[in-house]
């Protein structure tokens, strides 16, 4: 088992061209769609489809009125021409009252272009601190040649709560049977994690990301939301443009 990591937003344009037939990728945004979008799962939702603009957005919305609009751009709920999309890109905004059987299409800053990314991929998953371990579990179960971690980071730079929830998980696909064999920048992942651990909430209440949700009020208690460990044992994968829980 191969192990790579994507650590800056960079990256993207080279996996995108990259052969990923043998590949597993796992896409962290934890801050916040892919916290988001398993959250909705958990809470019921049928399946994310995650596109690049918020054309694409409106467009899928058009020809399937069912579908209910999700995303944000500089972390608050999109508004364009007057309209309000139904969501934000808050995990607490997905009750299962309101997204239960329905499907979303979100649209992010940074999440849902990593997603697309890596959509030829042998196979595509949504990681987050939430279902670490259910992730690490079907990677192990599958034996895969290559994994990917692609953090997704802000705007064009690296995020560090991301870059630390890969470490994480290459963590814990260390203690498995397989010893797993890790390129520089899932070392770099690696050693980030074993830094954070300790106290890692703080760690990450001190990222760029972090700060700026504690600055737009309502926003704040995503943070320790999305910071929470395997609170949900479900793995969240994409395949033909949406994402569900693979049973």
């Known amino acids: 088992m191969n192990i790579d990591v994507i650590l800056t ?3 993207l344009p080279a996996l995108s061209k990259s052969n990923l037939n043998k590949t597993a990728c796992v896409v962290f945004d934890v801050l916040r769609a892919t916290s988001t979008f398993v959250t909705a799962l958990r809470n019921g939702a049928a399946a994310i489809i995650p596109v690049s603009e918020i054309s694409e957005a409106l467009e899928i919305q058009k020809k399937r009125p069912r579908v209910l609009t999700a995303g944000e751009r500089h972390g608050v709920k999109i508004r364009v ?29 940074n999440g849902t272009r990593a997603l697309r990314a890596c959509a030829h991929a042998n196979t595509v998953l949504a990681g987050a601190f939430l279902n670490l371990s259910a992730t690490a579990n079907f990677l192990r179960g599958k034996q895969f040649q290559t994994i990917v971690l692609v953090c997704a980071g802000t ?50 209440c001190e990222s760029e990301n972090a700060q700026r949700l504690f600055a737009i009020p309502g926003l704040r208690d995503d943070i320790r939301f999305c910071l929470r460990g395997n609170v949900f044992d479900l793995v969240a994968r994409m395949k033909g443009g949406k994402i569900t829980i693979s049973r």
Do not use: M, W, Y
């Open 9 to 11: 937003p960079a990256e």
């Open 155 to 204: 705007r064009e730079n690296p995020a560090l709560e991301d870059i630390i929830a890969a470490g994480a998980l290459c963590d814990e696909l260390k203690q498995g049977p397989e010893k797993p064999s890790f390129s520089d920048s899932a070392r770099v992942a690696l050693a980030a994690f074993r830094h954070a651990k300790t106290d890692l909430v703080g760690k990450i």
């Open 81 to 109: 021409e007057g309209q309000e999309f139904d969501f934000g890109n808050s995990p607490l905004e997905f009750l299962p009252e309101k997204v239960k059987g329905r499907t979303i299409v979100s649209t992010t800053t």
